[in-house]
């Protein structure tokens, strides 16, 4: 749960700055993909809710890719604060 109060801790300060940032919108991705997760622990077979996620995962890829071209350095300093992997090269 301490990724949970790091996050919000840094939507707080997003909000104030720029809700249409591509680093809030991977932010809020992020949040988003981490409650479904935790609910798909609990209902296996809820498939709609499967393809929600497997629609935001595709977003935020897609997301992580363009701020990787665009701004690199913030793109590194993002996925470490948040915890998430590189994106593979191809």
């Known amino acids: 749960m301490v990724k949970n109060s790091f996050i919000s801790a840094i939507s ?3 909000k ?4 249409g940032s591509v680093e809030f919108q991977i932010l809020s991705f992020t949040n988003r993909i ?3 997760t935790s ?8 498939y709609s809710s499967q ?3 497997r629609k935001i995962l595709g977003k935020r890829q897609r997301l992580l890719y363009y701020l990787s071209k665009k701004n690199p350095i913030s793109y590194k300093e993002l996925i470490n604060k948040l915890g998430i ?5 191809g």
């Open 12 to 14: 707080q300060q997003e």
């Open 16 to 19: 104030e700055e720029n809700k």
């Open 34 to 36: 981490r409650k479904l």
């Open 39 to 46: 609910h798909l622990e609990l209902h296996k077979k809820d």
């Open 51 to 53: 393809r929600g996620l």
């Open 85 to 89: 992997r590189e994106l593979k090269n």
